[in-house]
């Protein structure tokens, strides 16, 4: 079965910095999404993405996400000068546009770390 | 806005029972879908059972069932003959519907229940 992938598995960065985590969704999905699970809590909604826009986000995504599909392939969560407490487990998922699909196949996750 | 609530931080039971795990939402939607989702410590995000709020028959699948209760908008997950690899973070999570695809839909996630079966 298809999935969805994410990279790199942890990511370790220095408060500042820029950081930039990837997905490959699965290739005939159509929307796309990016969740945040800090340690111990729940996951929450960060930014949905259709059509090479996004559709909705939480406020918790505030100016310092950006989001983007740069070649038809990757959908990336950039997060540009990275705090203590975007540490946090990052999920991407994406959708099919049919009924009686499982919907929003979760990738494994990519664990950031800021130090 | 749609809520989530799981009132079971934690539960833990025998390897071989039964166990059913709460959870309720609020919403004014009339159509939607409810999921569990199961995080082992892996920290994998793993479906495990969908509803369709607008099926009266409860899903199962193999040991998984769920009891969907719409009008007191209750959605328990009930794991039979539970087996170690059971233990993990359970998830509930609401998705509204729109038409008759799953359209461009956020999932809402409950706080969870971190469910330990016992040898």
């Known amino acids: 079965e298809p999935e969805v992938t994410q990279t790199p598995s942890h990511q370790v960065t220095q408060m500042g910095q820029e950081v930039i985590l990837r997905c490959v969704p699965i290739?005939?999905?159509?929307?796309f999404y990016w969740y945040r699970q800090i340690l111990g809590q729940k996951v929450e909604f960060l930014v949905s993405?259709?059509?090479?826009?996004?559709?909705?986000k939480s406020e918790i995504f505030d100016d310092q996400f950006s989001v983007e599909r740069p070649d038809g392939s990757n959908f990336t969560l950039k997060i540009r000068s990275t705090k203590l407490e975007d540490s946090a487990m990052y999920f991407c998922a994406s959708n099919p546009d049919r009924v009686g699909v499982r919907p929003q196949h979760f990738g494994d996750g990519t664990r950031l770390s800021i130090l | 806005a749609q809520t989530v609530t799981q009132s079971q931080p934690e539960m833990s039971v025998q390897e071989a029972e039964t166990v059913t795990l709460s959870c309720t939402y609020d919403t004014s939607e009339s159509n939607y879908y409810l999921f569990w989702y199961k995080q082992p410590p892996s920290r994998q995000m793993i479906l495990v059972i969908r509803?369709?709020?607008?099926?009266?028959q409860n899903a199962t699948e193999n040991r998984f069932s769920v009891n969907f209760q719409k009008a007191a908008k209750s959605f328990s997950l009930k794991i039979s003959d539970s087996q170690l690899g059971d233990t993990a973070m359970y998830f509930c999570?609401?998705?509204?519907?729109?038409?008759?695809?799953?359209?461009?839909?956020?999932?809402?996630f409950g706080t969870g229940t971190r469910l330990t079966i016992i040898p």
């Open positions: 999570a609401f998705m509204k519907r729109i038409g008759t695809n799953f359209g461009n839909e956020k999932l809402t």
């Open positions: 993405f259709y059509n090479n826009e996004i559709s909705e």
């Open positions: 290739s005939n999905h159509l929307y």
């Open positions: 509803q369709e709020a607008y099926k009266q």
